[in-house]
């Protein structure tokens, strides 16, 4: 039990469908993250919430869309997809979103998305 | 900008065999460093971090680090492999003026009987 729940962890749509992952953490966590992760590739943040707040978006196609409603649940809303948006999608935690590098991530186990 | 290079895509040893996996990275200064393991089908598990102090760091699963400032290095070690080690492993440097993580590419590790 890593503390960060993932739901689906399998999740097959075609580029019309709508979608949801959701991402739920038992820690007491005050920061959540969405990292898009593909072969051969470094792993990508996507979105950062923090208390709640969006504060990072890395350029991330408006396909995706992040929701926060508290602070232990994430959502990603997916629509209008592409096949190369096909990946695991992880969800990841921390303390508290330190202004530099020290945050210590807690994982969860991801979604394997497949867009075809 | 800090950037992480784990040079071994792929590495397979024998089962009680040592293990040392290599990170190098570019920051201008001290960064922070971190190990996690990704195991089949999970998502990543910080095995260790190296914040300050003491350059050698010891973390779960008798995993332990290094950093070496003078060759940008972070590489990763245990003395006796067990095939329950294999999984990818990630390297990735955080920046003390940016809460930016970035992640190296992983090292796949393949353990025989």
């Known amino acids: 039990e890593t503390g960060v729940t993932q739901t689906p962890r399998h999740l097959v749509m075609g580029m019309t469908n709508k979608k949801s992952l959701k991402c739920e953490q038992h820690?007491?966590?005050?920061?959540m993250y969405w990292y898009k992760q593909s072969a051969k590739k470094p792993l990508e943040l996507m979105f950062v919430y923090s208390l709640e707040e969006r504060v990072e978006n890395n350029s991330v196609p408006s396909r995706f869309s992040p929701e926060c409603p508290n602070s232990s649940h994430l959502f990603l809303h997916l629509h209008t997809l592409q096949p190369e948006d096909s990946a695991l999608y992880l969800c990841a935690s921390s303390q508290d979103r330190k202004a530099s590098g020290a945050n210590v991530l807690t994982f969860g186990a991801g979604s394997r998305l497949t867009v075809l | 900008a800090q950037s992480v290079t784990q040079p071994d895509i792929h590495i397979t040893v024998s089962e009680g065999a040592s293990l040392e996996l290599r990170c190098n990275y570019s920051?201008?200064?001290?960064?922070?460093l971190f190990w996690y393991v990704q195991s089949p089908g999970q998502g990543l598990q910080l095995l260790l971090k190296?914040?300050?102090?003491?350059?050698l760091v010891q973390g779960i699963k008798g995993f332990e680090a290094e950093f070496k400032r003078s060759q940008s290095s972070f590489n990763l070690r245990k003395p006796s492999v067990h095939w329950s080690d294999a999984a990818e492993y990630f390297c990735?440097?955080?920046?003390?003026?940016?809460?930016?993580?970035?992640f190296g590419t992983g090292t796949r590790l393949q353990v025989f009987p």
């Open positions: 190296y914040f300050s102090g003491d350059t």
């Open positions: 820690l007491g966590h005050n920061a």
């Open positions: 990735a440097v955080g920046a003390r003026n940016t809460d930016k993580l970035i």
């Open positions: 920051y201008g200064a001290t960064p922070y």
